[in-house]
C-alpha cells in the first residue's frame, strides 16, 4: 500500500524558516515524479513544486521561487521542502503527492506563519 | 485568480446526474492530460479520473471524464449523498512558468 506522511509543519514567525519531510512507503520511490501542493484555510489547492524521480528537473510556484528548495533522498524514500523568509500567505496544510495524477496523497501537514 | 476556471458550485438531487466543467488554454489543458480530485471536508484530495478519463482501481464508474479542445468536464452519475464535496481539475501547464495548475474548486451539494 501506497503511504506518504509528511511532518514538519508548525508555527513559526515571519522572516523564518521551516524543513518539511515526506516519507514515503510501499512503492519504488525512486521511480516516481514528486510534488508538493498546499491549501490555505478555507481555500483552494495550490501547487507547490514538482521534482523528478533523479532530481533532474525541478519546478516552482512563481509565488515560492527563490524562497522554497524541494529536493528528495532515493536511498532514504524522503522528498523534502526547505522554505525560507515564510510569509503570513504561506500558511497552508502543505501535501506531498505522487505522480502520476498526482495519485497518491499524504494527509498533509499545517504550517501556520504568524508573529 | 486559477488558471483553470470551474464553477463555484452546482447541485443536484440525489440519483440524478451531474457536470462540472473546467476550462483553460492551449498551455494546459490542450496540450497536456487533465486530473480530477474529490476532496471531502477534512480530507486530502483522492484522484478520481487522469489522462483525462481514466478510472484509477476502486472509483466506481459512476465518475467519468472527457476532455474537449481546451476544456474538460467531470460527470458523475447517480448521485449519492455521499458525493458532497469540493472537486478539483488539474493539469500541467507548458508555458514559461511551466508547472502544474490546479482550478479553483467546485462545491458540489446533493440536495
Known amino acids: 500500500e501506497v503511504q506518504l506522511v509528511e511532518s514538519g509543519g508548525g508555527l513559526v514567525k515571519p522572516g523564518g524558516s521551516l524543513r518539511l519531510s515526506c516519507a514515503a512507503s510501499?512503492?519504488?520511490?525512486?521511480?516516481?515524479?514528486m510534488n508538493w501542493v498546499r491549501q490555505a484555510p478555507g481555500k483552494g489547492l495550490e501547487w507547490v513544486s514538482s521534482?523528478?524521480?533523479?532530481?533532474?528537473?525541478?519546478y516552482y510556484a512563481d509565488s515560492v521561487k527563490g524562497r522554497f528548495t524541494i529536493s528528495r533522498d532515493n536511498a532514504k524514500n524522503s522528498l523534502y521542502l526547505q522554505m525560507n523568509s515564510l510569509r503570513a500567505e504561506d500558511t497552508a496544510v502543505y501535501y506531498c503527492a505522487r505522480d502520476p495524477g498526482p495519485g497518491h496523497w499524504g494527509q498533509g501537514t499545517l504550517v501556520t506563519v504568524s508573529s | 485568480q486559477s488558471v483553470l476556471t470551474q464553477p463555484p458550485s452546482v447541485s443536484a438531487a440525489p440519483g440524478q446526474k451531474v457536470t462540472i466543467s473546467c476550462s483553460g488554454s492551449?498551455?494546459?489543458?490542450?496540450?497536456?492530460?487533465v486530473s480530477w480530485y474529490q476532496q471531502l471536508p477534512g480530507t486530502a484530495p483522492k484522484l478520481l479520473i487522469y489522462e483525462n478519463n481514466k478510472r484509477p482501481s476502486g472509483i466506481p464508474d459512476r465518475f467519468s471524464g472527457s476532455k474537449s479542445g481546451t476544456s474538460a468536464t467531470l460527470g458523475i452519475t447517480g448521485l449519492q449523498t455521499g458525493d458532497e464535496a469540493d472537486y478539483y481539475c488539474g493539469t500541467w501547464d507548458s508555458s514559461l512558468s511551466a508547472g502544474r495548475v490546479f482550478g479553483g474548486g467546485t462545491k458540489l451539494t446533493v440536495l
Open positions: 510501499g512503492f519504488t520511490f525512486s521511480s516516481y515524479s
Open positions: 492551449s498551455s494546459n489543458i490542450g496540450n497536456n492530460y
Open positions: 521534482i523528478s524521480s533523479s532530481s533532474s528537473y525541478i
